[in-house]
């Protein structure tokens, strides 16, 4: 949870410096930002048992879309929908991972973002950012003749930055972390703690101003 701490006073930090340059809410221009994207996920341990065993997902493509609405110039309310599929494997010491069933996992979250407009020499237009933002990961596992779900909370931070490739037209690179722990209860109806896992995202997309 550092890293949320850390992030959220940074946020705070870049968050006063906007509303002291922009008393009042932007009135004209883009008030909208859309980015669909692709990327790959990482995720963390959900469990780690003995003698080094552990449960994750292994890592696979996600597809998502961002939808931002800027209530400052430098400030924008964001919602994010997400979705990955991959096995989780069960990882044993000198014999690598098994699969043992079949997840797909889709994503909700919203929350704020801060920019950092800048220009370079070249004149390129590069606007760095930092998200922070609280959401759900929702899973529907498959294993043989079994299938369950499970949802659990997941708070999240993220940094990347958009290169501007025309007026209201954007490349977005982004890393953004999932925190939280996997709902073994849920799934399995068993009173098992879990790990607090980190699970990032990559990913790279189109961002459309309107």
Do not use: C
Not at 72 to 85: A, E, F, K, Q, R
Not at 86 to 110: E, K, Q, R
């Amino acid at each position: 949870m550092r890293s949320i701490i850390v992030v959220a006073g940074l946020l705070t930090a870049i968050g006063s410096a906007a509303f002291a340059q922009a008393p009042a809410p932007i009135a004209s221009g883009t008030a909208f930002e859309l980015t669909p994207y692709v990327g790959y996920m990482i995720f963390g341990d959900y469990f780690k048992g003995p003698l080094g065993t552990s449960v994750s997902n292994a890592p696979g493509p996600i597809y998502g879309v961002q939808l931002g609405m800027k209530i400052y110039p430098n400030v924008s309310l964001i919602g994010n929908l997400g979705y990955t599929s991959s096995d989780i494997t069960a990882g044993v010491p000198f014999f690598g991972g098994y699969s043992i069933a079949h997840s797909s996992t889709l994503l909700y979250d919203g929350g704020l973002q801060l920019d950092l407009p800048l220009t370079t020499a070249s004149g390129i237009s590069l606007k760095p950012f930092a998200q922070v933002g609280a959401g759900a990961m929702h899973y529907n596992i498959d294993a043989s003749i079994l299938q369950t779900s499970a949802t659990n909370f997941a708070a999240n931070v993220g940094l990347g930055a958009d290169i501007g490739l025309g007026q209201s037209l954007g490349l977005r690179l982004m890393a953004k972390d999932y925190i939280g722990k996997f709902n073994f209860q849920g799934a399995t109806r068993l009173d098992v703690q879990g790990e607090t896992a980190h699970n990032f995202a990559l990913s790279a997309g189109l961002r459309f101003d309107f």
